[in-house]
């Protein structure tokens, strides 16, 4: 059962493309109509957190965001949502210390309010421990307001007449590279502290390999020569995890999700058969390897 790998992505949420941050709150916390999906009970949820949060919402997350879809501005951003994976060798405990020490790094300067959750998934083939952590851009300040003055638009000159500053530092594309780099390096530093190699990193796979090469690393860029599997997400994670159970057949999945699934399988024991032979080799053997593209390098 491999752990699971790297991953870092934003989302956007705004009422242009059809989005609800209480609906995402709501599906994040597996509330209400979340509760289940076409595949049956979601049962994942293994944590949750906030912070940041204005005094009129008590606490309560779930407050903020029914606030935020009712007086947010039409052409508004309702929130950013991102979607980052865990490494599965560590405890829930020590997962949470990470999520909450990434959202204290890249929120509390600006006082932001977000909130998170922390859902584990485990079948047969694979580990996704993952966590959603959503992000306000209005900054919580000590001005007192209720729900519908917080999301008014901001007086500079009278800030108490008016809503909550919005921040601009999560509006450049340079924040997603911040924001997917401060990941990897706190995800590191729980597995340090925890006593295993870092193993996060990132940049692309074709970046690493490059850097690899850069270094003399051949061993390390023959590692990363894998083939990459397609994101199956949770729709598809869910059909996996049916069929691994004897619930359901292949066959009788839809055929995106049975070419998907096949797919990855392929892909899987490709990878695992090379990576075995590589364990196999010693480092001339490697450099034999990548002779064909080390030869295209010098020329």
Known sequence: M???????????????????????????????????????????????GSGNLPDWTGGNPALFWDATDSYERAN??????LQLN??????????????EAYAHRM???????????????????DLNHHAHLMVSERMTDDIQRTAAT????????????????KTSTLKPKSWLMEARGAWAEAVNTGLVAAGYAPRFDHRSKEDQREAAFLRGDLRRVAELSTLTQVHEGPRIAGMRR?????ERTLASLPDYAQEIIQGNDAIREQNAAFLSLLESLDDSQVAELLAEELIERLH
């Open 2 to 48: 491999a752990s699971n790998d790297y991953r870092a992505s934003v989302k956007k949420g705004s009422r242009k493309f059809g989005s609800s941050a209480s609906a995402k709150h709501a599906y994040h916390q597996r509330e209400g109509g979340y509760a289940s999906g076409l595949e049956g009970a979601r049962e994942d949820l293994a944590a949750f």
């Open 76 to 81: 508004g951003t309702l929130f950013k949502d």
């Open 86 to 99: 865990l490494p599965a060798e560590l405890t829930l405990e020590q997962n949470k210390q990470i999520i």
């Open 107 to 125: 929120f509390s300067a600006e006082r932001l309010p977000y909130s998170w959750a922390m859902h584990v998934e485990t079948n047969a083939t």
């Open 150 to 165: 917080h999301f008014k638009r901001h007086d500079r000159a009278k800030p108490e007449a008016g809503g909550a500053l």
């Open 242 to 246: 049916r069929v691994e159970a004897g």
